[in-house]
């Protein structure tokens, strides 16, 4: 393969979460996989996040990012990630890191990271309510590894793609709020919150952007609840937002994401969650 990355059938999660540092301020992926779509969002989102973050001063973990898919990517090929470091302050921290295959942007990123401080901790929004996991079966979480789910009572239970779901990294993980940042996008990009607005014209398609603001810590191999809420499609696109919450009803994230909402223009493959 490509640049003697090795190809992993069913890689670990904290290998996806882990780049060979090629020089200065530029990374590249290590596991490659063959997959029939295209590369999922959400790695190269984690990955890009994770690239910057090895650029920033100890003790800062990422507080918001904000992506641009441009392009889609390929999981049977490694993907190089080049960092620009734009300021570091007294307790913040700015990259742009361009995520690149073959020559070619497929994903750019602006992300800020945060000196933790003491101050005001209060929360408006409220999780939902319903059965604990541990009282639900287990819901398959299609191309991601290392993590699984259940699926809870869904506001529109017609809809193929969950927009409520509980998830959880099945592996260890090292108690750095930057890996465990790096999960949570990971996990971000796992559904859509547009499914329930499908027609026969149009649907919800590739992602345009994608952005996530860390509010609080979080613990990824224990239970959380994501919640997707559509807001708008408008003009070929499509919106929506969503909320992640610890077991305790804790907000620890929260995410925006715009979709290309047309019909396609050749028939469109089976949705990964089919």
Not at 79 to 86: I, S
Not at 202 to 220: C, M
Request: aromatic content about 6%; hydrophobic content about 40%.
């Amino acid at each position: 393969m490509p640049n003697g990355s090795p190809v992993a059938t069913s890689p670990r999660l904290l290998d996806l979460l882990t780049l060979e540092k090629i020089d200065r301020d530029l990374y590249r992926s290590q596991v490659v996989f063959q997959d029939v779509h295209i590369l999922y969002g959400g790695q190269v989102a984690a990955q890009a996040l994770l690239a910057a973050g090895l650029t920033v001063p100890d003790g800062r973990a990422p507080h918001s990012l904000h992506g641009y898919f441009l392009r889609s990517g390929d999981a049977a090929r490694p993907t190089v990630f080049r960092v620009d470091r734009d300021r570091d302050g007294r307790s913040f921290s700015a990259r742009r890191v361009v995520a690149v295959q073959d020559g070619e942007v497929i994903l750019n990123m602006a992300a800020s990271f945060h000196r933790s401080e003491e101050g005001l901790d209060r929360q408006v929004e409220v999780a939902p309510t319903g059965p604990p996991p541990e009282q639900l079966p287990p819901l398959r979480l299609p191309r991601l590894f290392g993590v699984e789910g259940r699926r809870p009572t869904q506001p529109d239970e017609t809809v193929t793609s969950p927009t409520r779901l509980w998830m959880r990294a099945t592996e260890h993980l090292p108690d750095d709020p930057m890996l465990r940042a790096c999960v949570l996008t990971y996990l971000s990009d796992l559904s859509t919150g547009l499914g329930s607005l499908r027609t026969p014209g149009a649907a919800p398609g590739s992602t345009i952007d994608h952005a996530v603001w860390f509010h609080r810590a979080a613990r990824p191999e224990q239970w959380m609840l994501m919640d997707l809420r559509p807001g708008s499609v408008a003009g070929g696109r499509g919106w929506y937002t969503g909320s992640i919450f610890d077991a305790d009803g804790v907000l620890v994230a929260s995410l925006t994401q715009e979709l290309l909402f047309r019909a396609p223009r050749q028939p469109a493959r089976p949705s990964a969650w089919e």
